[in-house]
């Protein structure tokens, strides 16, 4: 069986993501470096805290601001011109704003950079998942579309590790320059990815280039035997997506449009509550101002650094691994089982803050510090592996990028709001900011089932593309059927 080029483009996409977190990483990695909060005169220690906590807010905050933005413009650029040509409209955007922080000298021109890079890091987190899972099959598809997890996580690993070799730099002003510089090695890397990547060929059939999609398809789910087979197979796909490319066409892409379609509504509704519930853990104010806590915890010099960088690398390993998970358990019942491991890992960390930090009782602070490594164990394994993968799902073709924008949008968002205000409430009420955190996981929270359920028509000629058995969602489902809880709508349909 060969699957060359749908690997390469999982891989290539996946590249965007390695960019995605290296860039997400910058802001809670340069606190850490002494030469750039001296630069800047932001010590939350120091003789201005106030301001430090202002401006440290800001530096995740705006950037969180401009994913918002780039969100939803990725979504435009991905339907009208291609998913390979947004990726290329990204990555110049990510070079610019690379040089603006790395060039920077005045903390104005560094916020700048931060929301352009904030700008690009939204339309990478917006695409590539939606790429990987329009070429990837259904039977892999949380697996292959997991990536865009564990490579992100990856993205923020590297970033740290990076932070901890340029925390021992004599120069502490080429350090913290240097961790800005290469952010421009993933994104050059995925620049030339994109030279070679395939076309998605559902977009590819959406713009009525059905010569060029079935070429695609041949490359992509061919499966190394008889030339008949392999072409059956890329005819029967062809036919597939464009059966249910046509019926969803019908329905109004914009997003007002999808306002006023009921079922289209409800997957918004639906995408926006799977990045809510990923919000509501608290997991970005955690690894944002980690570098902060653990000073509390009794951790110094490089200390927070190297248990940001292993916090990190631990939540790759496990988002790596989610994703095979996923494809076993199911998407409902792999979420639940990590937002209830998330609450309870956060509880038994808050309290551990607020009853050792400041004090000298190491057995305490150590029990702090494990439960921040449980906790993205059981966030980076369930939670987050499921996130992008459940959303780029629960849309059709023709709202997906747009779909999946959105609500990554509403993502970014929540990610504005928690962390520009985090540095100041917490100097406010410390541990107390965490407990917000556990009220809203602690909500009910229930995934809705997808398919026939949103009330979509589906093709009737849809079929299995890939030659993978079809939960049909036709047929009337009961609770206790797994194999309806793990389906995909039309995406086990339209095609793999």
């Known amino acids: 069986m060969t699957k060359k080029h749908e690997y390469l483009g999982i891989l290539y996409a996946a590249l ?67 998913r390979r040509r947004a990726l290329q409209v990204t990555c110049v955007i990510m070079l610019v704003a690379t040089i603006l922080l790395t060039a ?49 996580v990856m993205g923020q690993a590297t970033c740290t590790w990076v932070g901890v070799g340029c925390y021992h730099m004599i120069n502490g002003q080429i350090a913290w320059r240097l961790l800005c510089a290469l952010q421009a090695v993933p994104t050059i890397a995925l620049a030339g990815g994109t030279l ?38 890329a005819q029967t796909s062809l036919h597939s997506i464009r059966a249910q490319v046509e019926l969803d066409a019908r329905q109004k892409t914009t997003f007002l449009g999808m306002l006023r379609h009921r079922p289209s509504m409800r997957r918004l509704l639906t995408g926006f509550g799977t990045m809510a519930v990923n919000q509501c853990t608290g997991q970005t104010v955690v690894w944002s101002y980690q570098v902060n806590l653990l000073q509390g915890l009794g951790v ?31 998407r409902r019942k792999t979420y639940l089982i990590g937002l209830i491991m998330c609450i309870a890992t956060l509880s038994v960390h808050t309290a551990m803050i607020a009853e050792y930090s400041g004090t000298t009782n190491r057995v305490g602070q150590g029990t702090g510090i494990a439960m921040l490594f449980v906790f993205v164990t059981f966030f980076a394994g369930c939670i987050d592996v499921t996130t992008y993968v459940y959303c780029s799902e629960i849309f059709p073709t023709c709202h997906r990028a747009q779909g999946m924008s959105y609500s990554v949008a509403f993502f970014f968002c929540l990610c504005a ?49 890939d030659g993978n058995e079809v939960v049909h969602v036709m047929d009337p489902p009961t609770p206790s059927d797994e194999k309806f809880a793990n389906s995909v709508h039309l995406e086990d349909k339209d095609i793999a």
């Open 417 to 465: 709001l928690w962390t520009s205000m985090a540095p100041t409430v917490m100097a406010k009420i410390s541990w107390g900011y965490y407990c917000i955190f556990i009220g809203l996981s602690s909500i009910n929270f229930t995934l809705e089932e997808i398919g026939q359920l949103f009330g979509d028509d589906v093709a009737p000629d849809a079929a299995n593309a």
């Open 300 to 330: 110094l010099n490089d200390g927070p650094l190297l248990v940001l960088a292993g916090f990190m690398t631990l939540g790759a390993i496990c988002n790596g691994g989610g994703g095979f998970v996923l494809d076993k358990l199911g």
């Open 104 to 152: 920077s000298v005045h903390i104005g021109m560094f916020l700048a950079g931060r929301l352009l890079q904030g700008f690009a890091a939204g339309m990478l987190n917006t695409i590539c998942p939606v790429y990987q899972s329009e070429i990837a099959p259904a039977s892999h598809r949380g697996a292959m579309v997991g990536m865009h997890g564990f490579t992100f």
């Open 16 to 82: 965007g993501s390695l960019t995605f977190g290296y860039a997400l990483s910058t802001g809670s990695t340069i606190i850490g470096l002494s030469g750039f909060v001296d630069y800047y005169n932001i010590d939350t220690f120091g003789p201005d805290p106030a301001y430090a906590n202002q401006i440290q807010g800001a530096l995740n905050g705006i950037f969180f601001a401009g994913g918002a933005f780039g969100a939803v413009f990725q979504g435009v650029v991905a339907d009208r011109y291609g």
């Open 196 to 233: 070679v990547m395939l076309e998605s060929p559902r977009w590819l059939i959406a713009h009525a280039q059905y010569d060029t999609a079935l070429n695609t398809l041949r490359k992509l789910h061919g499966k190394g035997h008889s030339y008949e087979e392999d072409e059956h197979i």
